[in-house]
């Protein structure tokens, strides 16, 4: 299948600054990309969407300027957490998908990124 | 917003079957089942897809009754490295793409 890159796998950052996450399509191009956070023993859920070149679509209840998302490329997108608290510490995933809204396609997902705010 | 629910763990014994329900019933026409699975501090790993037929890859196979409103995904030879989190997912289809919504998943503990 597909690979997706997520980088880093592990950060550490003090509370009140930004950290920035990169997820990457290494192999195909991706029309779509989603954000997700993952707490201990839970499901995944889902934060935003982002389609490449327009702002991304937020989930209920996700904090647009808290979350920062850019699509730059069909093969890169990023997730900056602004103003880290240690709340804010959890598993994020990325996920990529090659297809538009009615194709037949899936989502590859990245390995995920461990942020611990202290 | 996940359109599925799944029983919260299952054990399996090495060797044997391992059946993996899953109840959509709000699915509509459109939407497609997905099933991933992860394992522990991973990204989820796609296994199969479907939308009324069943289906059957290198990894598993997909059962959609009829009414698609129920599904149920088989491994038919279960081993220790299948022991995961198994995630059901109905696609949603929006303006903005694809968007796949995790609901709790079944804990597969597959047991020497």
């Known amino acids: 299948g597909a690979v997706v890159s997520q980088h880093p796998s592990r950060v550490i950052c003090k509370s009140g600054t930004s950290v920035k996450i990169e997820c990457r399509s290494l192999d195909f191009q991706a029309t779509t990309m989603f954000w997700y956070r993952q707490f201990p023993k839970k499901s995944l859920m889902l934060m935003a969407t982002s389609n490449e070149g327009s702002k991304a679509t937020y989930e209920q209840g996700v904090e647009k300027d808290k979350f920062l998302i850019n699509h730059a490329s069909l093969t890169l997108s990023t997730l900056t957490v602004t103003s880290a608290h240690p709340e804010d510490s959890s598993f994020y995933i990325c996920?990529?998908?090659?297809?538009?809204?009615?194709?037949?396609?899936?989502?590859?997902f990245g390995q995920g990124t461990r942020l611990t705010v202290v | 917003d996940a359109k599925t629910t799944q029983p919260p763990s299952m054990d399996c014994a090495e060797g044997r079957a391992a059946n993996l329900p899953c109840n959509h019933s709000?699915?509509?026409?459109?939407?497609?089942v997905y099933w991933y699975r992860q394992i522990h501090s991973q990204g989820p790993q796609y296994i199969i897809h479907?939308?009324?037929n069943n289906e059957t890859n290198e990894m598993a196979s997909l059962i959609i009754t009829e009414d698609r409103k129920s599904s149920t995904l088989i491994l038919p030879h279960a081993t220790l490295r299948d022991t995961a989190v198994y995630y059901c997912i109905v696609r949603v289809v929006r303006r903005t793409g694809n968007q796949f919504y995790f609901g709790t998943g079944t804990s597969l503990t597959v047991i020497p």
């Open positions: 709000t699915i509509s026409g459109n939407e497609y």
């Open positions: 479907g939308l009324k």
């Open positions: 996920s990529a998908s090659t297809g538009g809204p009615h194709t037949n396609t899936e989502a590859f």
